[in-house]
C-alpha cells in the first residue's frame, strides 16, 4: 500500500466546510458536525448539508 499523507484541504467556503465533515464523520462525529453546521451557515438553502447534518447527529447519538 502506498503511505501518502491525506492532502490538506484549505479555504473557508461551504464545500470546504462540506468536505472536511465528510472526512470525520467516521473517526469524529463531533467534528463532523461542527464542520456541517459551518457548511450550513455559509450556504443555507443547501439540502444535502442539512441531510448531513442529520445523519452525522444520528450516528453521534448512536456512538454515545
Known amino acids: 500500500l ?3 499523507p491525506s492532502p490538506e ?3 473557508n467556503s461551504s464545500a470546504v466546510h ?3 465533515a465528510q ?3 467516521n473517526f469524529d462525529k463531533q467534528l ?7 457548511a450550513i451557515e455559509l450556504e443555507a438553502d443547501n439540502p444535502l448539508f442539512y441531510m448531513f447534518r442529520g445523519c452525522s ?4 447519538e448512536i456512538s454515545l
Do not use: H, N, P, V
Open 23 to 25: 472526512q470525520a464523520f
Open 18 to 20: 462540506a468536505q472536511k
Open 57 to 60: 447527529i444520528r450516528e453521534w
Open 9 to 11: 484541504i484549505i479555504g
Open 2 to 4: 502506498l503511505d501518502a
Open 32 to 38: 463532523a458536525l461542527s464542520e456541517i453546521s459551518q
